[in-house]
């Protein structure tokens, strides 16, 4: 985590005066993967990874903001807005900006600074880190009451308008909401958390990542959302009340999927099996039934493999190296796919030994070693009070 005094300390230095402070996190999905754009469920935590912003209202309507990460400042207009789209960090801080206009918020312009701990590019959600709390901060700092949900819809409208990714609501949600403690079952259509306790004393939750990202995982995102929706169409003409794959039960898919072609059937049967499993493992982890989980999760990422077809060889080794470490009871890719990262579930008296098997078992294939992260789950954007010090 960001310790927010350091980001107070480089605010005053840089603007001089005295900011006020937030914060968002980066996020590791349990389970339900890739069922969140089809309103499907998803059961997401909150890591101890985080995006501080400081901020200050400026009496015009200009906001200008500075990253202490790449030590580079942007600034934009709030009644002008640019075009979106340039690959820069600044589309997801515009765009949250001008989502929240869109959506009547009343911000103010301001000076922020910035500084994130969340891993860039791994699939732990560095982006929707940077929209929650920018986003939580602008509208604070404008004095406006931002409703959470709302934060988290114009963290997406952002990644749709701003970015060009046509993402789910899971990051942003989890982003926003997340709850320390606990993990989040998410209904994705009626945008409903239901707050799930981690369960598991001693267990902890271990993030392995490849440190590879694959060309592939836009194109391959666009590519499988569309084959989903080709799903529903095709579903649709039997079952007259499907709207989304959400509402295609395991046992209707299994009446009708001779009716989808290939690859629309593994695709969907993906889908359909994966929000199955993610509301069986929400009861899993309430009742503190880790084996059962971890069945779950090692079925996930099989599904995710072989039907979604969104894993990739460096995922693989890390999930099947998992498999043989004593005190493993479930692993799975987690995020969008095509490299990023691997949760566990890990006893803590194996974590150790998890740790430097993991590490050399795949720094002699892959060439380099994963970097590996244990988190608790944490809460999700909020200020938070830098203590004054002296
Ligand atoms: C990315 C997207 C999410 C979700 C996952 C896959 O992280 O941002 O909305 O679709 O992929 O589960």
Known sequence: MIEP??????????????????????????????????????????????????ARARKDRRVRIHTFNL????????????????????DYVEGVAQSLLRRGTQLRGADLALKSDVPEGAGLSSSAALE??????????????????????????AEHEFVGAKVGIMDQYIAALGRAGHALLIDCRSLQ??????????????????????ELASSEYNARRAECERGVELLHEVLPDVRALRDVSVAEFEQYQDLLPEPVKRRCRHIV??????????????????????????????????????SCTELDLLVNIARTIEGVAGARMTGGGFGGCTVNLVHRDNLQTFQEKISNDYQSKIGHPPFIYVSEAVNGAEEVMGKDEG
């Open 71 to 90: 030590n580079e400042t942007v600034e934009f207009d709030l009644d002008h807005p640019g075009p979106g789209g340039r690959r820069h960090w600044l």
């Open 273 to 310: 099996t994966e929000n199955a499993r993610t509301l069986a493992a929400a009861d899993a982890l309430k009742a503190g039934n880790l084996r059962e989980m971890g069945r779950l999760m090692y079925q996930s990422h099989e599904s995710l493999r072989d039907d979604y077809e969104v």
């Open 132 to 157: 929650i709390s920018v986003g939580l901060a602008l509208s604070s700092v404008s004095e406006v009451a931002i409703d959470k949900v709302q934060l988290a819809l114009a963290g997406q409208q």
């Open 5 to 54: 005094n350091e980001v107070r300390r480089a605010f005053q230095n840089l603007y001089g005066t005295e900011p006020r402070l937030f914060r968002a996190p980066g996020r590791v999905n349990l389970i339900g993967e890739h069922t969140d754009y089809n309103d499907g469920f998803v059961m997401p935590m909150a890591i101890n990874r985080d995006t501080v912003v400081a």
């Open 193 to 214: 958390p239901t707050l799930i306790p981690m369960n598991l004393p001693d267990t902890a939750i271990a993030i392995c990542n490849t440190r590879v990202k694959h």
